[in-house]
Structures are given as structure tokens and as C-alpha cells.
């Protein structure tokens, strides 16, 4: 990243064990912001819409199948990366129906993070103030 250029900011609704796996893949590239449950990441979200850039959601995490619902119901400046270590692909596979961005399995490698998180953040519209 440039020195003096805002890192986008990414919002983690997920348990700490991926968090931290995203800090060492993602470092000196993005902002992250860990939300610990719906509610949380809802409020966040709320106050923080204009800086947040991506939502990144375990699905098993804190009802994170709801917080991809209510997610999607929202305006569409947000892109949205759905993740988990329990869903067989075929489900996956299904999720990005949902209005979700990418879907990728939790277990990938720090360097399929950073690229999934970047290709996301390439088609990132955000409204212009």
C-alpha cells in the first residue's frame, strides 16, 4: 500500500482463530474490523458504512447466515465474502445465489485470501460523496 493512502477498511464477522489467519494474509493491505456477533457487525456497519468496503462472514459464526441475509438487503456499495470450514462445496456453491460476491472455503492459503480479497475490492463501487 502507499504511504498516506487510506487502506479500505474490511469488517470480520468471524471467530478469532480466521480473523487472525485474514491479519497475516491481509497485512499492510486493509484495514480490519472484528465483529464478534450480528449485532455487532450490524451496528458497525451503521456507523461505519462510508468507510466499510467488504464484509467478510463465517457462515457458522453468530448466525452469519443471517447477517448475509440482512447483508444483501442493503444497498450494494458493500461486497460481501462468504466463508466457512463446515459447508460441503455444493452449498458454496449455492451462497453466491444469496447476492454475495465471492465465496471461498475457509482453509485457503494467505496468498488465495489476499487475492480474493483484492479482486472484491476491484469491483467496488463506492458512492461518491
Excluded: C
Excluded at 466499510?52 to 441475509?69: D, P, T
Excluded at 465465496?103 to 469491483?123: D, F, N, Y
Amino acid at each position: 500500500m502507499v504511504e498516506g493512502e487510506n487502506a479500505p477498511i474490511v469488517l470480520v464477522a468471524a471467530r478469532e482463530e480466521l480473523l487472525n489467519k485474514l491479519r497475516n494474509a491481509l497485512a499492510d493491505t486493509v484495514g480490519l474490523l472484528h465483529a464478534e456477533t450480528h449485532h455487532e457487525a450490524i451496528t458497525l456497519l451503521e456507523r461505519l458504512q462510508t468507510e466499510i468496503s467488504i464484509a467478510i462472514v463465517q457462515l457458522e459464526h453468530s448466525n452469519g447466515w443471517g447477517l448475509i441475509g440482512e447483508l444483501t438487503r442493503r444497498p450494494k456499495f458493500l461486497k460481501i465474502i462468504a466463508t466457512t470450514s463446515v459447508y460441503p462445496t455444493h452449498v458454496l456453491e449455492k451462497v453466491k445465489d444469496l447476492g454475495v460476491d465471492a465465496v471461498v472455503p475457509e482453509k485457503i492459503p494467505a496468498e488465495e485470501w489476499r487475492k480474493t480479497v483484492e479482486t472484491v475490492l476491484g469491483q467496488t463501487s463506492r458512492p461518491t460523496n
